[in-house]
């Protein structure tokens, strides 16, 4: 499975849309650089929905920051897998960040726990990370 469920757009605004079945905002994933959001999560009837804004391109306006498109999952039990990740992009151009399923579930339960809405920063991913093994 890939981490991400739906992709909605292209949109021309930077705010990350609220889909109709979202409730409660619950959780702010942020650039632990800037502290500027990637994601967010809010609680549903089925689980809770993480939408995140990724960057597009325009045809009419290739040099636009603000075109983009929404990515969707919904954060259950079982899914995503805890091993599974999906990169984020910081608007201010700070790369290499990414959550993973068990970071969202962990933030599920931190506010479960807590009753308030948490800010969780992004994991960095180190060099390593992305390196491929040379064969």
């Given at each position: 499975m890939t981490f991400w469920r739906t992709q909605q757009g292209p949109?021309?605004?930077?705010?990350?849309?609220?889909?109709?079945?979202?409730?409660?905002?619950i959780a702010e994933i942020v650039c632990p650089e800037c502290n500027n959001i990637l994601a967010r999560l809010r609680d549903r009837d089925d689980g809770v929905?993480?939408?995140?804004?990724?960057?597009?391109?325009?045809?009419?306006?290739p040099q636009s920051l603000i075109v983009g498109y929404a990515f969707y999952t919904l954060i259950t039990v079982a899914e995503p897998a805890d091993d599974e990740t999906a990169d984020l992009v910081c608007w201010?151009?700070?790369?290499?960040?990414?959550?993973?399923?068990?970071?969202?579930?962990?933030i599920v339960d931190r506010y479960r726990a807590k009753?308030?809405?948490?800010?969780?920063p992004a994991t960095r991913v180190s060099q390593s990370d992305d390196e491929a093994p040379v064969s």
């Amino acid at each position: 499975m890939t981490f991400w469920r739906t992709q909605q757009g292209p949109y021309t605004e930077k705010d990350i849309p609220a889909g109709s079945g979202d409730r409660r905002l619950i959780a702010e994933i942020v650039c632990p650089e800037c502290n500027n959001i990637l994601a967010r999560l809010r609680d549903r009837d089925d689980g809770v929905g993480l939408t995140s804004w990724m960057r597009g391109s325009s045809v009419a306006n290739p040099q636009s920051l603000i075109v983009g498109y929404a990515f969707y999952t919904l954060i259950t039990v079982a899914e995503p897998a805890d091993d599974e990740t999906a990169d984020l992009v910081c608007w201010r151009g700070h790369g290499g960040l990414r959550i993973t399923g068990a970071d969202c579930r962990g933030i599920v339960d931190r506010y479960r726990a807590k009753g308030r809405k948490i800010r969780h920063p992004a994991t960095r991913v180190s060099q390593s990370d992305d390196e491929a093994p040379v064969s």
